[in-house]
């Protein structure tokens, strides 16, 4: 495994993170299985995991709390969201301040912790994040109840505003062979100290039409979130197939590997609920993807 720094936090982190939330986070999903992929993670060096407390019906935070139990957390990031919560029925926005502090505590309890390495704000309105409302949530730096803040969006105008601003240390984007709009966005975030990490590096499975391959409960979920959210990206993801015949990698540490090309990513994060595919993805570390195939995605994303 690879590491890069998180941009001006100090931080190093493995090159391929792991997304602690989806499937993985589900009471569905058996509870062993999901704390086996994170031992096996740690054990493919992987220090950067990536769960929010809304996810998964607010069940992910506490498993990955569980399954870190009894494990050394230095060095590793720990990443948390907060702003968005479950509220038994449904997820729930709140980026009252006081609730945010809330938000972290709770984080704290769940995953076992004192300070959270790294928090970040789940989806924050361009309007929310003002001067008062950022300087009240750095207290929780000032009080050392969190190390790094950061902004997850997939609003452009609202990555530019947290990639401007002196408070936020990382920010996290959408970013995908589906995506190279964000690049720019990526690099002018990177030009000014923050952190990057790249959430669905996967496209969430859309490429090469993998989402529509059905083969247990968990595929049923995928492709009905993704018929529901992303109909646009499984059109799109049909031109990659492509990506599968590249010799010498499969088609996720391809698409990986398209990820990490760009020097301004600090990690790639990926979601895997089979042990095969978390293997395959922490082998994509140091893949570099010849020149014709980086050409047929230029293609594929034009076309
Ligand atoms: N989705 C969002 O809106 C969102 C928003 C903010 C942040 N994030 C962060 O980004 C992380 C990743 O996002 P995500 O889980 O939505 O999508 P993703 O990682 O892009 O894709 C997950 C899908 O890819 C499949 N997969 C994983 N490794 C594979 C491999 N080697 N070969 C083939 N298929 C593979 C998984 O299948 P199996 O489960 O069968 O292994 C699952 O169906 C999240 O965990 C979260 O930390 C996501």
């Given at each position: 495994m690879r590491y890069r720094p998180l941009g001006s936090t100090g931080f190093s982190v493995s090159e391929i993170g792991f997304g602690c939330a989806s499937w993985w986070g589900k009471r569905a999903f058996d509870e062993r299985e999901a704390i086996r992929l994170v031992h096996a993670a740690l054990e493919g060096g992987v220090t950067l995991f990536d769960t929010g407390a809304a996810y998964s019906?607010?069940?992910?935070?506490?498993?990955?709390?569980?399954?870190?139990?009894?494990?050394?957390?230095d060095g590793?990031?720990?990443?948390?969201?907060?702003?968005?919560?479950?509220?038994?029925?449904?997820?729930?926005?709140d980026f009252d301040p006081t609730a945010i502090e809330a938000s972290v505590e709770a984080s704290l309890r769940n995953l076992g912790l004192e300070a959270l390495p790294?928090?970040?704000?789940?989806?924050?309105?361009?309007?929310?994040?003002?001067?008062?409302?950022?300087?009240?949530?750095?207290?929780?730096?000032?009080?050392?109840?969190?190390?790094?803040?950061?902004v997850n969006s997939f609003d452009p105008q609202v990555v530019a505003l947290?990639?401007?601003r002196a408070e936020i240390d990382v920010v996290m984007v959408d970013y995908n062979v589906?995506?190279?709009?964000?690049?720019?966005?990526?690099a002018e975030a990177a030009g000014q100290g923050k952190g990057v990490l790249a959430g669905m590096a996967l496209a969430m499975g859309h490429t090469g039409g993998q989402v529509l391959k059905l083969r247990a409960p968990r595929d049923v979920w995928y492709a009905l979130r993704a018929l529901k959210n992303h109909r646009a990206?499984?059109?799109?993801?049909?031109?990659?197939?492509?990506?599968?015949?590249?010799p010498g990698m499969t088609g996720a540490q391809a698409a990986l590997a398209y990820v990490l090309a760009d020097p301004n990513v600090s990690s790639a994060v990926v979601g895997a609920t089979r042990l095969a595919h978390l293997r395959d993805n922490l082998a994509a570390s140091g893949i570099t993807l010849p020149e014709p195939a980086r050409a047929a995605i230029r293609r594929a994303q034009g076309g």
């Open positions: 019906e607010g069940n992910a935070e506490p498993r990955l709390g569980r399954a870190l139990k009894g494990r050394a957390t590793l990031v720990i990443a948390t969201k907060a702003g968005t919560r479950h509220d038994g029925r449904r997820v729930v926005r790294l928090l970040q704000l789940h989806g924050p309105a361009l309007g929310e994040l003002t001067d008062a409302f950022l300087d009240r949530i750095s207290g929780l730096k000032r009080r050392g109840l969190i190390r790094a803040l950061g947290a990639a401007g589906l995506r190279p709009e964000r690049a720019p966005l990526i990206d499984i059109a799109k993801g049909a031109r990659f197939g492509f990506l599968g015949d590249i």
